[in-house]
């Protein structure tokens, strides 16, 4: 009787253990059933995957950031400006950003990078007339996207703008009538920004003061939960604000008659999560309460800031 011969696999490596022969088809990798193909425009990856496109767009986004970062405008499309300005350490929010791009807006962006062409940082009047201008450039519905100082400015920039249809604040100052950013820093105990704050005179008329964070403390009070790495080279990045934007008192705040939505970062350690909620509460925002997070968490968890800035936006569609 004649022996049959065994079957075998010629075209694996001798240290292929036997229980990846029968995904020997696949050269990438041989315990998957399904070849690892990234995610391409085409291809029906996660983050590749194409929605079809709606009848109308929604919302533009426009983010306005403080002495961390700049805005972003996105024509139809959702943006999360925060990924704009830190490159290497941003890649997470940046991931975030391509998710938005490919399946959630059709059209082109134009955006404001680097801080050349970012908000001055001079002071809240004039950065909200700053942005002010932006809004009146950008036809259609728009949301407004604040983190931290920026959310002063969208509080006031706002102001007398029919389009904008929503508010967004992520770990920001909401400010009412009257009240400054300073003053909010310390409403609630639990903030480490005054004694990491460095000032530094500038010459201008009638004299003006920066305000940096140490960069010896900055992790501590503005990135705790990134990496050391991450938070060193975002310590070099940082912009300078005027101390007297900071100072100055808000205008009539936006809140009061555009729906919003806040995230609370729950340690934060520059603006008390106390205070955050404070405000979010009376400004009757939509709430999500991040437990874990810093104040930067648009870097630290960008999926939850991204849900809310869509939740935004579909809102007012």
Known sequence: ????????????????????????????????????????????????????????????????????????IGGGRAVPAHAQAHRRPGT????????????????????????RRGQPLRGLDSDATYVSSLL???????????????????????VGHANVKALVYVAAFAPDQGESGLALVGLNPGSQLGEALVVRPYAVAGGGADGYVDPAKFRT?????????????????????????????SGVPAWKTIPSWYLVAGADRAIPAA?????????????VVVDDASHLVMLSHPGRVENLIVQAAKATD
Do not use: W
């Open 1 to 72: 009787m004649r022996s049959r011969r065994p079957r075998t696999a010629p075209d694996l490596p001798a240290a292929l253990p036997r229980e990846g022969l029968r995904h020997a088809r696949n050269p990438v990798s041989p315990t998957a059933r399904k070849p690892l193909v990234p995610p391409t425009r085409g291809h029906p990856g996660r983050l590749g995957r194409r929605r079809p496109d709606r009848a109308g767009r929604l919302p533009s986004v426009l983010g306005i950031l403080g002495p961390l970062g700049t805005g972003s």
């Open 92 to 115: 997470r929010c940046l991931r975030r950003l391509v998710r938005l791009e490919r399946g959630r807006r059709p059209a082109p962006a134009r955006r404001l990078s680097g801080h």
């Open 136 to 158: 009146d450039s950008i036809p259609g519905p728009v949301v407004l996207v604040g983190h931290s100082y920026g959310g002063e400015v969208i509080t006031n920039a706002a």
């Open 221 to 249: 009070v503005m990135a705790a939960d990134l990496r050391g790495s991450e938070a060193e080279l975002l310590a070099a990045q940082q912009r300078p604000v005027d101390l007297a934007a900071l100072q100055a008192p």
């Open 275 to 287: 205070t955050e909620k404070f405000m979010a509460r009376r400004a009757g925002a939509h709430t």
